[in-house]
C-alpha cells in the first residue's frame, strides 16, 4: 500500500521568505510526527498530531515554526520568515499508535530538504 | 526527557565480518526502544523495536539486538554483514506509557556502518 508521502521534496528558498512543507500519511493511522534532520543537531522531534487531541508542539524551536493538520489527516508545516539554521530535511511519520499503544511503529517519508539561501 | 548516545558516529568494517553498533540511553521513565535505517538517498526504516518480554529482539536483514536494563544499553548486532549493510543507523526511544511524550522519538546521533569488500 501507500506510504507516507511528503512534497515538495526539495525546497530552496531565501531567507525571510515563508515555506509550506506538506505530508499525507498512511490512511487510517492516527498519528502523525514532524521530526528534522541536520547535521548539527541529528534527528530532532519537532510536533505530534494524535486523533482530536491538542498538538504536542515541544519540539518547534521558534514561534517562526508552526503546524495543522486538517481531517485528521494531511499536515502542513509552515515556517515563517526562514533562517538560514532552518535548512535541514524535515521528516514526517505516521503511525497506528492509538491502537498499537506509544511502541506503534512510526513509517517514515522521504522528507523534504529545505535548503535557505 | 529521554537522551540517547551512539558512542560510535563511523564504524568501518570488512564484509562477512560481525558487528555490532553500540546504543546507551537514559531517561527517567520505563521506554521502548528501536533502531532505524536510513540508506544513502532514502527515508528512515524500522529495523526493530523492544517493546517487553524477551530482552533479545531479532530483527529485518539479519540484526538483532539486545536490551539490558541494568546497563541502559541497546546494542544492535549482525553476526555477518554485508555490502549492502552499508547504511546510517539510529537508536531510539519513547515512553512506554502516555502523557505529553507519548509515542515521541528521541533519537541518537546515529552510526554510519560502512562495509568495504
Known amino acids: 500500500g501507500a506510504g507516507v508521502s511528503q512534497s515538495p521534496s526539495n525546497k530552496v528558498t531565501e531567507k525571510g521568505k515563508d515555506v509550506e512543507l506538506r505530508c499525507d500519511p498512511i490512511?487510517?493511522?492516527?498519528?502523525l510526527y514532524w521530526y528534522r534532520q541536520s547535521l548539527g543537531q541529528g534527528l530532532e522531534f519537532l510536533i505530534y498530531?494524535?486523533?482530536?487531541?491538542?498538538?504536542?508542539k515541544s519540539g518547534l524551536p521558534s514561534d517562526r515554526f508552526s503546524a495543522e493538520r486538517t481531517g485528521g489527516s494531511v499536515s502542513t508545516l509552515t515556517i515563517q520568515r526562514t533562517q538560514q539554521e532552518d535548512s535541514a530535511v524535515y521528516l514526517c511519520?505516521?503511525?497506528?499508535?492509538?491502537?498499537?499503544?506509544?511502541?506503534?511503529?512510526?513509517?517514515f517519508g522521504p522528507g523534504t530538504r529545505l535548503t535557505v539561501l | 526527557a529521554q537522551s540517547v548516545t551512539q558512542l560510535d558516529s563511523q564504524v568501518p568494517v570488512f564484509e562477512e565480518a560481525p558487528v555490532e553498533l553500540r546504543c546507551n540511553y537514559s531517561?527517567?521513565?520505563?521506554?521502548?526502544l528501536f533502531w532505524y535505517v536510513q540508506y544513502p538517498n532514502q527515508g528512515l526504516q524500522l529495523l526493530l523495536k523492544?517493546?517487553?518480554?524477551?530482552?533479545l529482539v531479532k530483527g529485518i536483514n539479519g540484526f538483532e539486538a539486545e536490551f539490558n536494563k541494568s546497563q541502559t544499553s541497546f546494542h544492535l548486532r549482525k553476526p555477518s554483514v554485508h555490502i549492502s549493510d552499508t547504511a546510517e543507523y539510529f537508536c531510539?526511544?519513547?515512553?512506554?506509557?502516555?502523557?505529553?511524550?507519548?509515542?515521541?522519538?528521541?533519537f541518537g546521533q546515529g552510526t554510519i556502518l560502512t562495509v568495504h569488500p
Open positions: 490512511s487510517g493511522h492516527t498519528a
Open positions: 511519520a505516521s503511525s497506528l499508535v492509538g491502537l498499537e499503544g506509544p511502541g506503534g511503529t512510526q513509517y
Open positions: 531510539a526511544v519513547s515512553p512506554d506509557a502516555g502523557g505529553t511524550s507519548y509515542g515521541k522519538l528521541t
Open positions: 523492544y517493546l517487553s518480554g524477551s530482552t
Open positions: 498530531f494524535q486523533g482530536n487531541s491538542a498538538p504536542d
Open positions: 531517561s527517567s521513565v520505563s521506554v521502548y
